[in-house]
């Protein structure tokens, strides 16, 4: 990653059009994962697992979305919590897949939502839907200005990605209760926000910006 912005761009897209495996591929090439996890255990693209040394951990959809939650060996990793995490351009990379994966549920949910009624009324157009449309579009673009600025500050990273979480949850319950069906698409908000949790180290674990 060089950090350009076309680089941002296809990061999202990538999101967006093939999944969090194919963007966080992207943003993991490279470099040896083992080496930045801040805690040894990560989400890794499945077909990256191969050779890697780690250990597969039981997890209920990561295989549906071609992901494996691993334990790094503690030989390549030192002590738990030791890695940086990703900082960074690979931080501002990580942004851009999110809210690329973000974008496609959403405009699943938004595609439901017109396509179900109540009280006379498609669901889109009540007025605490709307709301909550426009509030994660909104997190969206604020997420896609704060990749363009990698060199913000651990907190800020930490924060941003907290409210692209924040934002996945208010679409998942857009879907009812198909949002916490395994054999949902939404299982790829919740794992992105697992994503986001093991590969960023929490600010106060971190000694300076990202």
């Known amino acids: 990653m060089n950090g350009a912005s076309t680089d941002l761009r296809r990061c999202r897209e990538l999101g967006r059009e093939a999944g969090l495996a194919a963007g966080l591929a992207a943003v993991l090439n490279g470099f ?38 691993v334990r790094f060996p503690a030989g390549r990793t ?8 990703l900082t960074g351009v690979r931080a501002a990379a990580l942004t851009a ?11 699943a949910a938004v595609e439901r939502l017109g396509t179900r009624r109540f009280g ?14 426009a509030d994660v579009v909104t997190e969206i673009e604020l997420a896609a200005g704060a990749a363009a600025r990698p060199e913000a ?15 996945g949850w ?11 069906v395994v054999d949902h698409p939404v ?5 992105s926000a697992l994503t986001a949790d093991l590969w960023l180290a929490r600010p106060d674990s971190t000694e300076g910006g990202g």
Do not use: C, K, M, N
């Open 187 to 191: 299982r790829g908000l919740h794992l």
């Open 153 to 167: 500050s651990a907190e800020a990273l930490w924060a941003q990605h907290e409210r692209l979480t924040e934002a």
């Open 97 to 107: 897949v999110r809210t690329g994966v973000l974008d496609r549920l959403l405009d």
């Open 78 to 85: 030192g002590a738990a919590g030791t890695g940086t995490g």
């Open 32 to 69: 040896d994962p083992a080496s930045v996890a801040p805690g040894g255990v990560a989400l890794l693209p499945a077909a990256a697992v191969s050779g890697s040394g780690a250990e597969v951990l039981p997890h209920p959809f990561a295989a549906r979305e071609g992901l494996a939650l």
């Open 120 to 133: 006379g009324l498609p669901l889109i157009e009540r007025q605490f839907v709307a709301g909550a449309l």
């Open 170 to 180: 208010t679409v998942t319950r857009l879907f009812g209760a198909e949002g916490y």
